[in-house]
């Protein structure tokens, strides 16, 4: 354990200036942290599915596989409150305001067996006036399900689509 985390756990937050989002980052594999210069702007839970289809592989005649076809998630504040959704593709995370982020994936990190991974999007400049105005990056954390079906995919079943269950914590970031 570093030096600023042990800071950071007994207490002596003000004297350092670890915030709670800094503390955070230190739980995160390093490949989807945030950079320096970003503050929390907004903390949610996603809750929702992840449509999966059977495919061709384009680089691999004869092979079939679960294709990623896109997220359908509420996006919940701490309270259980739906604050957004997230929905894709293009991947979009949207405020109940109207206001919404499109951006471009910077690094994924495992999630855990059964888990999709971490990830880390630069987010693209808001469109409407709102809880997504200034962010900078989405950060996907504590996920939980949403990995591909383990049902067979091949030539019997192309084209069926497969909906599994998932949940994350998405981490609005902004310039401080």
């Known amino acids: 354990m570093d030096t600023k985390r042990i800071l950071c756990l007994t207490g002596l937050t003000?004297?350092?200036g670890c915030s709670a989002s800094a503390f955070a980052?230190?739980?995160v594999p390093e490949a989807v942290r945030v950079p320096d210069g970003h503050k929390v702007a907004m903390e949610t839970v996603g809750v929702?599915?992840?449509?999966?289809?059977?495919?061709?592989?384009?680089?691999?005649?004869?092979?079939?596989?679960?294709?990623?076809?896109?997220?359908?998630?509420?996006?919940?504040?701490s309270t259980g409150k739906q604050v957004g959704s997230y929905y894709g593709p293009p991947a979009t995370w949207e405020a109940m305001d109207g206001s919404k982020v499109t951006g471009t994936q910077?690094?994924?990190?495992?999630?855990g067996d059964g888990?999709?991974?971490?990830?880390?999007?630069?987010?693209?400049?808001?469109?409407?006036?709102?809880?997504?105005?200034?962010?900078?990056?989405?950060?996907?954390?504590?996920t939980k399900g949403g990995?591909?079906?383990?049902?067979?995919?091949?030539?019997?079943?192309e084209g069926e689509r497969q909906i599994v269950d998932y949940q994350a914590d998405y981490l609005f970031w902004a310039n401080k």
């Open 147 to 157: 990995v591909a079906p383990a049902k067979t995919c091949a030539a019997a079943n």
């Open 48 to 77: 929702g599915q992840i449509t999966y289809e059977c495919q061709a592989k384009s680089d691999m005649p004869g092979q079939m596989a679960w294709v990623f076809m896109g997220p359908k998630a509420a996006l919940n504040d």
């Open 106 to 111: 910077v690094a994924i990190a495992p999630g």
């Open 115 to 142: 888990n999709i991974p971490h990830q880390l999007v630069k987010a693209n400049p808001a469109e409407g006036k709102g809880a997504m105005t200034g962010v900078s990056y989405v950060q996907r954390v504590a």
């Open 14 to 16: 003000l004297a350092i």
């Open 25 to 27: 980052q230190m739980d």
